[in-house]
């Protein structure tokens, strides 16, 4: 018996869990409240896609004759898809590798349409290896039966969502109210099935939902209406992105026969004066950003005097209870930076509250997820890192920030290479001039593997529109710096801004071709503007050449629908933008003319040939900056003396061999200097947690010598610089 279930509805990933109710659960202990978690998306997908599940779905009654080719093929082919579906979600599981080459043989699965796309696998996974490729046609072969599903069972099923279109932009919750009074789906059978026996098992008295996505909240409102059917004293919350963002005008009475309370943005200290109220429903109430129920009208309340709890104080997160080991990991498209959001278990993380920009016209700056900004120490932060590989085993880390800080990444790196863990982590940035060349070397070292940011517009006119703070010249530098330190590189793409030309549009896609030919972005997506109520554009439309349609909201309001006084269908861009970028993703067509892209006429681009070429000839190795702190990563170092005679004339030389990991650098220096570096390299090792300036260096040199910029910018130093013994951060 706990006292709280917390509960992610289906679905969001296949491959690990959201990490919502493990950021409650891990609060909840610090104050010694008794929970469970459950993460029902998984659950359903491990019933619904075995042995057991797949002779349900195929005895179900259908039609044949009236269903298309691809239903015909599956359905003549059900005894291979009973027989082997078991081993391929054991091998997506990794617990039966050797299966991989079966799979490999394409004479092991079934295969339908999606496996029509396979023309050029070997290309697409020359670089991926055996385990990769499998899992690819593994993926191929769920998605042949979820396309199944989608016509034959179930239209609104998808792995990562569940009746997605009832969520998004439901001003009116007449639809979702009136499919809550159908019959149950089949995939609403397997998940209450499961939810009842969970709550016969923990006997909570308040169940929480974590709603992140519109794909998540019909779900949870069917279970809430089970809850309320058949555990009528337990109560009911719902928390999370969705109700963030799309329920902060909500006034639907008919929602609260489902729910009790909907909280709103950090969900710590709202659900623990739930918790309080629950259990001393005797005294005056407390309440945090919280809808409910008072006199028959929906009602906001905020008379909680309490403030937010700190970073600092919300304990780490908790993944007990979940089924870390039987997550799937599948891989959809031959990339191997796409490949990290739907592949591998990761733990999660969030280096700091809210966004340090936080200026974006596109973003939802005005809510406190984004509004406050409150970052976590680098200490505490590497302190949950281990806690959490102790507890799951696991060493993959997502910090799910909205964009992290230059500064707390860099003292993340250092704190993690000062404890000698060996992790492997990635994260969400903003394309800041300060992710220099050795500044992205240091993340590397410490076990940073990629990065995702928002380039959004690839035109310097559009991105100060958006007040993104970058240029497109700066992403490309920046993503040079972060190609050449061995991480990878995923851009967020945006067509369709307010007063966005076509003309910018191709220009765009131009400059985004020619960032994945040079080799220095490896991942994108294309995405349309999204007006919403909480952004800039939103807020003040006029401002943007916008013009908004209004919606009677008594349900949820985020996404508006708009018009935009250049009248252009940016829609029909969607289809080019997208297949290009698949193709230059996988590293081919680059020079396929952007006309054919697309079946209809588009201009040339504006863009010279060599645009990002040129940006990235713009170098600053030889600019002395006194600020910046230098840290030596190395101290393998053998020391030889030796004399070095010319016409009579000797000199005392020592040459420093350095043995880094892969490869070993030596370089000659007069003793007297080499002995400075000796001691400067002793003194400030990484291990030292006070960082010299190189101002200080400069101090320290020039009590000995003379010009120690000559000293400091000479070919010996350069090398050790260009092989990441010395880093200027």
């Known amino acids: 018996m706990k006292d709280l279930l917390l509960i992610t509805p289906p679905f969001t990933q296949l491959n690990t869990p959201y990490p919502a109710t493990a950021y409650i659960k891990g609060f909840l202990n610090t104050k010694n409240i008794t929970s469970y978690q459950i993460d029902l998306g998984i659950e359903v997908i491990l019933e619904l896609f075995s042995k057991e599940g797949l002779q349900n779905i195929f005895s179900r009654k259908i039609d044949l004759e009236k269903l298309s080719e691809n239903t015909q093929r599956i359905f003549a082919l059900r005894d291979e898809y009973i027989k082997t579906i078991d081993q391929v979600i054991h091998f997506l599981q990794g617990k039966n590798a050797t299966l991989a080459r079966q799979i490999c043989s394409m004479n092991f699965l079934p295969e339908a349409s999606r496996f029509n796309q396979l023309d050029d696998m070997e290309f697409a996974f020359g670089n991926m290896g055996l385990q990769d490729k499998a899992k690819h046609l593994a993926t191929l072969y769920l998605e042949d039966l979820s396309d199944y599903i989608v016509e034959n069972i179930d239209s609104d099923f998808g792995f990562s969502r569940y009746a997605e279109r009832l969520g998004k932009s439901a001003n009116s919750f007449d639809e979702l109210y009136s499919k809550l009074s159908d019959r149950q789906t089949f995939i609403d059978d397997i998940t209450l099935e499961i939810l009842a026996e969970k709550l016969q098992t923990v006997q909570p008295k308040l169940v929480c939902f974590s709603i992140p996505f519109p794909g998540n909240l019909y779900s949870a409102f069917r279970c809430a209406q089970y809850i309320k059917k058949n555990f009528p004293n337990i109560k009911t919350a719902m928390g999370g992105g969705f109700p963030n963002t799309e329920l902060r005008e909500i006034k639907d009475p008919r929602v609260f026969e489902f729910f009790d309370f909907i909280t709103l943005d950090d969900g710590e200290l709202p659900i623990e004066l739930l918790y309080n109220h629950l259990n001393n429903p005797t005294e005056e109430a407390e309440f945090k950003r919280t809808f409910l129920i008072e006199n028959h009208t929906v009602t906001y ?429």
């Open 301 to 729: 309340k905020n008379n909680s005097k309490r403030h937010d709890y700190k970073q600092a104080q919300v304990g780490t997160p908790e993944y007990t209870d979940l089924l870390l080991d039987q997550y799937i990991s599948v891989i959809e498209i031959a990339n191997p930076m796409h490949s990290l959001w739907s592949d591998g278990r990761w733990n999660k993380l969030t280096m700091a509250h809210g966004c340090y920009w936080g200026k974006c016209t596109f973003c939802d700056i005005s809510l406190d997820y984004i509004r406050i900004y409150e970052p976590v120490s680098a200490k505490i932060l590497v302190d949950r890192m281990e806690e959490l590989i102790k507890e799951t085993g696991e060493t993959g880390f997502h910090f799910v920030d909205e964009a992290a800080p230059p500064a707390l990444m860099r003292e993340v790196a250092l704190e993690i290479l000062r404890r000698n863990l060996v992790v492997t982590w990635w994260t969400n940035i903003r394309f800041e001039k300060s992710f220099t060349r050795d500044l992205c070397f240091l993340l590397k070292l410490s076990g940073c593997v990629a990065v995702s940011g928002g380039l959004e517009v690839a035109s310097d006119r559009l991105l100060k529109l958006i007040d993104k703070g970058i240029s497109v010249d700066q992403v490309a530098q920046v993503t040079r710096n972060f190609t050449e330190a061995g991480i990878m590189i995923h851009a967020y793409l945006m067509y369709g801004y307010p007063t966005q030309t076509v003309q910018e549009t191709i220009d765009s896609l131009e400059m985004v071709r020619q960032l994945f030919e040079m080799g220095i972005l490896q991942s994108g997506f294309w995405h349309q503007f999204a007006m919403t109520a909480h952004s800039p554009v939103g807020l003040h439309p006029e401002e943007f050449g916008v013009t908004p349609i209004k919606q009677e909201i008594l349900f949820a309001n985020n996404d508006i629908d708009f018009t935009d006084k250049t009248g252009i269908d940016h829609s029909k861009f969607s289809f080019g933008l997208k297949k290009s970028l698949f193709n230059y993703m996988h590293g081919i067509n680059f020079d396929i003319p952007l006309q054919d892209w697309f079946d209809f006429k588009i201009p040339k681009t504006t863009i010279h040939p060599d645009y990002i070429h040129d940006c990235l000839l713009e170098e600053d190795h030889f600019v002395f900056k006194g600020n910046s702190k230098v840290i030596f990563m190395d101290r393998n170092v053998v020391a030889e003396n030796y004399i070095k005679t010319k016409k009579q004339n000797s000199w005392a030389y020592t040459q420093l061999t350095f043995h880094l990991k892969t490869n070993i650098v030596k370089i000659d220096l007069e003793q007297p200097k080499a002995e400075w570096l000796m001691k400067v390299l002793a003194e400030n090792a990484i291990e030292n947690a006070k960082k010299t300036t190189l101002q200080q260096l400069k101090i320290q040199f020039e009590e000995n010598f003379e010009d120690f910029e000559l000293f400091w910018f000479s070919k010996p130093i350069q090398q050790l610089k260009d092989n990441g013994v010395i880093l200027s951060l």
